[in-house]
């Protein structure tokens, strides 16, 4: 009801062309309303985003859910399949969705329906996990599969709605702020994750079911705060489906949005080996799976620390600088990877080493400290790269169709599941290198990003 007051109070507004003396208390009623409008929605956007990251993190696909699956089947396509689902079903229904919402007078509905819909998803999944336990099951593997899917969907499929919705709400000037501070306490809360994760796992399949439980918490509340940003509705600008279709190729063949998609094509290949370096971990060096924990934990630590220096990065260099030095430090994951066991191999050290164990575990957080360091990089330029490629009016079609593309390409690095099953780790490690320094080199073909003041 306050919500809906504010926006009768702005828009049934009217001074009837009235004489009003300049200290009258009825001119700095509407500035007050406004500013009240924009912090509640700034508050509830911040505490939206934050609560999704922590939904998110407490499931991870690369950390939590690849070593679930992992106890559900040996076949390595199937735990690969897992983060390209995260990925390929969370990016392919933006287009449809851009379609779908594009000039309508509101987005609240749809952005918070699918919040909804995600939730319960993750519900379904933990009521199931508790009462039938972890263990090989293709009952349990079809539910999860099934239940992760529509996860992704939903979430995706909101995406468009909220991004829409938050650049109503939220001036420009103060959409930089406002996103960066999203990443921020999504970061803090994922770090809250990573020792949750810990924990709940050291009490084996039980600890799957509780985390199941907690992200549907924060999904739930993550979709009530949707609910108190106040939109400003905008007139309908009512638009045929073949007309939008028609308009694609337009969008399409503008150079900036050709060589962008090339670049984060590559990028989106590179993390062919994403879902295997955890499970590497756990198989090959032989680390226990509450380290799962300490490295989602200090992955999000990353993403903190990493946090200001990639805004400041944005604002005095750009975008194009910013996604060139993400990719840059993504190089070192499989580069760890592949090095760590020819040192551990040499003759000459391995004796000297007090607790060899320990720095396999040390050796091997590099990884996910530069999984973290890039993570924060990307989720900051999907928000900023894109919208400044887009003019206003085509923005909701922009993410959408773009992001649908990166979808169809997510889905190929599922294929490093056969790239285990028949060459093993360090074949799908080198293919990682091989395609991360391809998209470095590609990222020299980004367009020129517009300066921010100093």
Not at 60 to 81: A, I, M, Y
Not at 119 to 137: D, F, Q, T, W, Y
Not at 272 to 292: K, M, N, S
């Amino acid at each position: 009801m306050r919500k809906e007051t504010f926006v009768r109070t702005m828009s049934d507004h009217d001074p009837g062309g009235r004489s009003v003396p300049a200290l009258e208390p009825t001119v700095s009623r509407p500035r007050s309303s406004e500013r009240r409008r924009l912090q509640q929605s700034f508050f509830f956007g911040v505490a939206n985003g934050g609560l999704l990251l922590l939904g998110d993190a407490l499931i991870h696909p690369v950390l939590v859910l690849t070593v679930f699956v992992s106890q559900l089947t040996e076949r390595g396509l199937l735990v690969g399949l897992v983060p390209a689902m995260s990925v390929s079903l969370w990016f392919l229904p933006q287009a449809i969705a851009a379609a779908f919402v594009e000039g309508r007078r509101r987005q609240l509905p749809w952005a918070t329906w699918g919040g909804i819909v995600r939730a319960l998803a993750i519900a379904i999944l933990a009521a199931v996990v508790l009462a039938h336990g972890v263990g090989p099951s293709p009952t349990l593997l079809t539910v999860f599969f099934v239940c992760y899917a529509v996860y992704n969907l939903a979430a995706g499929f909101a995406f468009v709605p909220l991004v829409e919705l938050t650049a109503r709400a939220v001036p420009p000037d103060r959409r930089g702020f406002f996103f960066s501070q999203r990443n921020l306490w999504g970061a803090v809360l994922s770090l809250a994750a990573g020792f949750a994760v810990q924990r709940a796992l050291v009490f084996g399949e039980a600890g799957f079911a509780v985390l199941f439980a907690a992200s549907f918490a924060a999904l739930s509340l993550a979709a009530y705060t949707t609910l108190w940003i106040v939109e400003r509705p905008v007139p309908p600008r009512p638009r045929s489906f073949a007309s939008w279709v028609a308009e694609l190729p337009r969008l399409l063949a503008r150079r900036p949005v050709r060589r962008f998609l090339v670049f984060r094509s590559l990028l989106a290949l590179s993390t062919i080996a994403d879902p295997f370096f955890v499970v590497y971990a756990q198989r090959v060096l032989g680390l226990p799976a509450e380290t799962v924990g300490f490295y989602l934990a200090l992955s999000a630590l990353a993403r903190i620390l990493a946090n200001p220096l990639w805004g400041w990065v944005v604002q005095h260099w750009g975008n194009r600088q910013l996604l060139q030095l993400a990719t840059l430090v993504r190089v070192f994951m499989p580069l760890v990877a592949l090095g760590i066991q020819p040192i551990l191999g040499w003759e000459h050290l391995v004796p000297r080493l007090d607790d060899p164990q320990q720095v396999v575990l040390v050796t091997f957080a590099f990884v996910f400290v530069a999984y973290g360091v890039t993570l924060s990089a990307q989720m900051l330029a999907n928000f900023t790269a894109v919208l400044e490629l887009a003019h206003p009016e085509e923005r909701p079609t922009l993410v959408g169709v773009t992001n649908t593309i990166l979808g169809v390409v997510a889905l190929v690095p599922m294929l490093g599941g056969l790239v285990v099953d028949r060459f093993g780790y360090s074949a799908v490690f080198a293919l990682a290198l091989a395609l991360s320094l391809l998209a470095l080199l590609a990222s020299g073909l980004l367009p020129a990003s517009r300066r921010q003041p100093a």
